[in-house]
Nanobody, 117 residues
């Protein structure tokens, strides 16, 4: 499974961010897709999880500010975060989990998001 992320860049505080992640390859076995982020000196944290049952879960730091969707036909997930603050500055990574024993995790290359105050 290959993941191609797009979006990000430099955004002003109070603005919005749109991220897209498209999966290719052995996508028929992908179960969940998600976005994570990692700020300098901090651990990677969950931003949004899109399960194959159609449910979506947002991480605490973006709860109430994030919205997204998953298009299974295009193997793509979309994420929007509103009311950005400098604390949202991080490298954002797309993740896909492939069914199997054990489960297989795939990561995109990461996209830098910088929120200026």
């Amino acid at each position: 499974v290959q993941l191609q992320a797009s979006g990000g860049g430099l955004v002003q505080a109070g603005g919005s961010l749109n991220l897209t992640c498209a999966a290719s390859g052995r996508t028929f076995s992908v179960r969940s897709m998600s976005w994570h982020r990692q700020a300098p000196g901090k651990q990677r944290e969950l931003v949004a999880l899109f399960s194959d049952d159609g449910s979506t879960h947002y991480g605490d730091p973006v709860e109430g500010r994030a919205s997204g969707s998953r298009d299974n036909g295009k193997n793509t997930v979309y994420l929007r975060i509103d009311r950005l603050t400098p604390e949202d500055t991080a490298v954002y990574y797309c993740n896909a989990v492939e069914a199997g024993k054990p489960l297989r995790h795939y990561w995109g290359q990461g996209t830098q998001v910088t929120v200026s105050s």
